[in-house]
């Protein structure tokens, strides 16, 4: 059984551009969550999602950012006219079945904006 | 709001000492606990996981204890080696929620 993939693993864009970070939860998860590390920071939730639906964004910055898990694919973050400080390592996070299982996170991606 | 605190925030010690970890959290009113490993540039590997119930968990060389009424956890390596370089990063799950909470982090390095 695969972990959690996230690609791309590192992600370089300059200001204005947009960043689009893909998430595949572990076979038969169908809760994902995504996290933010800032430097120097702890990792801070952004938003939770199930099968086409957001739960919780209400840790996602209101502008520029948004996310979606469709019906077939990975979860997509997205983040629109990208700012010198949106470099972060963000992470994603499958859990089964119940929101407060054991959520199994993926090896990150390092978005740098130049 | 729940906040996680870790102290120290960097740890150095020679190989085979004995070591622990610190972390401490506002709200008690938590679900579970858990402690993570991140090396450099890398993702989070869990280590353990304590239910609000417990009041500890082993794993090898590993064990963490849980004191939900002060809001404290800690955690204990034992016979530490190199390979056990890494940052620990203690998260926590409110009761009724599903966001972890995490702390900044403890930089351990191990000494040969």
């Known amino acids: 059984n695969a972990g959690v993939m996230q690609n791309p693993r590192h992600l370089v864009r300059r200001r204005g551009q947009e960043a689009r970070l893909r998430c595949s939860p572990m076979?038969?998860?169908?809760?994902v969550y995504w996290y933010r590390q800032l430097p120097e920071e702890g990792l801070k939730f952004m938003v939770y999602l199930q099968k086409e639906n957001i739960i919780d964004e209400s840790g996602m910055p209101k502008e520029r950012f948004s996310a979606e898990f469709p019906k077939e694919g990975p979860s997509i973050l997205r983040i629109q006219q990208v700012v010198r400080g949106d470099s972060a390592a963000y992470f994603c996070a499958s859990s089964p079945q119940a929101p407060q299982e054991t959520q199994y996170f993926g090896p990150g991606t390092r978005l740098l904006v130049l | 709001k729940q906040e996680v605190t870790q102290i120290p925030a960097a740890l150095s010690v020679p190989e085979g000492e004995n070591l622990v970890l610190n972390c401490s959290f506002t709200?008690?009113?938590?679900?579970?606990l858990q402690w993570f490993r991140q090396d450099p540039g890398k993702g989070l590997t869990s280590l353990l996981l304590?239910?609000?119930?417990?009041r500890e968990q082993t794993s090898g060389r590993l064990n963490a204890s849980l004191d939900k009424s002060s809001g404290r956890s800690t955690l204990y390596i034992a016979a530490s080696q190199p390979g056990d370089s890494a940052t620990y990063l203690c998260?926590?799950?409110?009761?009724?929620?599903?966001?972890?909470?995490f702390g900044k982090g403890t930089k351990l390095s191990v000494i040969p």
């Open positions: 076979k038969g998860h169908s809760h």
């Open positions: 709200d008690s009113a938590i679900y579970n």
């Open positions: 304590i239910q609000s119930s417990q």
């Open positions: 998260a926590v799950m409110g009761a009724g929620s599903y966001q972890l909470t």
